[in-house]
């Protein structure tokens, strides 16, 4: 399954911005469950953890612990190897989807946020953790972040 990308995302990419600099220091955020019909849906659900750099806290429209991208090659944009993406989980359950929020962390339903979402499982996913289980208390850390676009 491709990744799901809101409105707002979409027509900041067609019209004012790239796609790093639109998502540049974003968060992440995982979720149990399904993950909704599109982006432009509200979350449904509490996070189980959010990512940010290093663990770090993180202020929606303030660039500190935010995530960076790094440079795009190939048609491929992957996380900043320099970053350690990490969070320490604020509740347990099984991760089954994530939202990546653009620097405004802008929540709950809405055409307007630059944000994507995508499956969370150990393999073929979007994003493939070693688990999926999620403890409250405990750190996960993203190794690998990709985004590819294909050429057609």
């Known amino acids: 399954m491709a990744l799901r990308l809101s409105t707002g995302l979409r027509n900041k990419l067609l019209s004012t911005g790239s796609f790093k600099e639109t998502l540049a220091d974003g968060v992440i955020r995982i979720f149990p469950g399904v993950q909704p019909t599109t982006a432009d849906d509200a979350e449904g659900a509490t996070h189980l953890a959010q990512i940010t750099l290093g663990s770090g806290t993180f202020t929606a429209g303030q660039a500190a612990s935010g995530l960076e991208f790094g440079t795009a090659a190939g048609g491929i944009l992957s996380k900043n190897?320099?970053?350690?993406?990490?969070?320490?989980?604020?509740?347990?359950?099984?991760?089954?989807?994530?939202?990546?929020?653009?620097?405004?962390?802008?929540t709950g339903a809405s055409t307007d946020t630059a944000r994507f979402d995508g499956s969370i499982s150990t393999s073929g996913a979007q994003l493939n953790m070693s688990s999926t289980a999620i403890t409250a208390g405990a750190t996960t850390t993203i190794d690998s972040f990709t985004i590819t676009f294909p050429a057609s």
């Open 81 to 106: 190897t320099g970053e350690v993406w990490s969070g320490v989980a604020a509740t347990s359950g099984t991760a089954g989807w994530f939202r990546f929020y653009a620097n405004d962390l802008a």
